[in-house]
Structure formats: C-alpha cells, structure tokens
C-alpha cells in the first residue's frame, strides 16, 4: 500500500471521492444490482481510507525523529482495526439501526463514539508524525493542529495535506 506516499492530491480526491459517487450513481440510476453490492462498495472505500490513514501513520512514524512520546502504535493499529470492523458492520446493518425501527440497537451509539475516536487518534498519529519530521524534533500541538484538521476535512484538505506527504517522502530523494 506504499503508492499511497506517492499519489498526488488530485488522484487521492479520484480514488476516495469521485469513484466511490460514480459508483453510487451506477449503483441506483443505471444498474439495479443486488442490496449487498453498495455496503460491499462502502466497505472497500472504508479499506481504503483505513489503508491510506495505516500506510501513512506507520511510515511517516518510522521516519519521524525519535522519541515521540505521545504516540503509540499499538493504539494507532487498535483504533484503526476497531473502526474499519465497525464501518463495515454499519453498512452492513444500516438499515435496522434507524431510531424509528423498533429493534433499533441504542448500544450503537457508544460503540461507534469509540470507533470515531480510533480514527480522531489515528489523525492525530498521522498529522503529529508528518509535522515531526517537518519540524525534525517532536511537533507540539501548534505544529500539527493544522495537519490534523486538513485529515479530518479530507476531501478538501487532501489538496493541502498530500503536498506535505510527497515533499517529505521525497526529501531523500533529492
């Protein structure tokens, strides 16, 4: 999953935001296909968005100077884990976990708190690392603030946020 490091922003913005609604539209408008295909379809985007998030954190982490006593792996791969399993079960049971279902699970709304906060860690990992090895000493929180918050409104701050990727992936280079 290294070709994540080098894709430009406007090939991400293809990958996560322009294929995924193409398909949807084919989905509904142009091929009645059976009612697995779209959470199917919503599960591989949500693998790909957990693989590029994965991708960059480890990568940019083993670059990173040492020590970034704030980050842990280990919590990182967890909460990563933990959110794409939950992704995926809610495509795949979206539909009885309306609240006016009346088997609608209220126990819901915990589990996927934790699942947003597995990936609110994983932007933090990721953005933390990136501006660590800009800054080249650990990035406090002024250093990354504004990484994170490019991570989390990805489909427009994947313009501003895979620039950094690619300027730090290719540094060795030159």
């Known amino acids: 999953m ?6 430009k922003h406007w090939q991400l913005f293809l990958l996560f935001i322009i294929l995924p609604g193409l398909g949807e539209y084919l ?19 949500a693998l790909l968005a957990v693989s590029y998030l994965w991708t960059l954190g480890l990568h940019l982490y083993a670059k990173a100077p ?8 280990a919590w990182f791969r967890a909460g990563l884990l ?9 495509g795949l049971f979206a539909d009885q976990l309306i609240p006016e279902h009346p088997k609608s699970p209220y126990y ?3 589990l996927h708190a934790v699942a947003m906060a597995g990936i609110f860690y994983a932007f933090y990992f990721v953005a933390k690392s990136l501006s ?3 800054k080249g000493s650990e990035a406090d929180l002024n250093d990354f603030a504004g990484p994170f918050f490019m991570l989390w409104f990805f489909p427009l701050g994947v313009w501003f946020f895979q620039p950094k990727v690619n300027r730090v992936e290719f540094r060795d280079v030159d």
């Open 2 to 7: 290294r070709f994540f490091l080098k894709m």
């Open 27 to 45: 989905l509904e408008q142009v091929l009645p296909l059976a009612a697995w295909v779209a959470p199917a379809l919503n599960a591989v985007v």
């Open 82 to 90: 933990y959110a794409f399993i939950d992704l995926v079960l809610l």
């Open 66 to 73: 040492r020590p970034l006593s704030s980050l842990s792996p």
């Open 132 to 134: 660590s090895i800009e």
């Open 108 to 110: 819901i709304v915990p």
